[in-house]
């Protein structure tokens, strides 16, 4: 049997998620996860000592990792989780939390939690256990991902621009 793949993806924003690095990196370390991980870190400056990881993946790259990989762990980025589910991934949301400096507010649990609901992916939230996540993940039935609901996805999106405009002025 192939060892698991997973892809971190943390999409290519300023913004850090070292939480989630250094947690995958201790299990990693502790042999709690053994899976094969690759990470796309982004902006963040914590650098993985038990996985591969680089911090920004030319398209093709990123596409071919998309594609080789059974899971994803993503940042609650709009396009990244629509990425992987439409991939037929099994998707953990892992958001960015205002309070550890990783955005500008807390949208992404708002994002994920949408996901969530729609039964397209597992989300983890600041006090769940990633592993009992990624589990989770494994086990859950892949759905595809059909939008019928563009107006919900323009919704996310003008929220999240005028977000960053107010916070910006």
């Not at 030319?58 to 993503?74: G, Q």
Request: overall charge negative; glycine content about 4%; hydrophobic content about 35%.
């Amino acid at each position: 049997m192939e060892r698991e793949k997973i892809f971190v993806v943390l999409g290519t924003q300023k913004f850090q998620l070292n939480r989630l690095l250094i947690e995958l990196d201790r299990l990693k370390e502790e042999s709690i996860l053994t899976s094969e991980i690759f990470a796309q870190t982004g902006g963040s400056d914590y650098e993985p000592k038990h996985y591969s990881w680089k911090h920004y993946l030319e398209t093709e790259a990123f596409e071919k990792k998309m594609e080789e990989c059974s899971l994803v762990v993503v940042h609650s980025g709009v396009g990244s989780i629509i990425s992987a589910i439409r991939k037929n991934k099994k998707v953990v949301v892992y958001p960015r939390l205002e309070k550890y400096h990783e955005h500008v507010d807390d949208h992404q649990c708002e994002i994920g939690q949408a996901f969530a609901q729609r039964g397209l992916v597992v989300y983890c939230g600041e006090k769940d256990d990633l592993m009992e996540k990624i589990q989770e993940a494994r086990e859950m039935e892949s759905r595809p991902f059909v939008s019928h609901n563009d107006r919900m996805l323009e919704t996310i999106k003008n929220y999240i621009d005028m977000t960053q405009r107010s916070r910006r002025e």
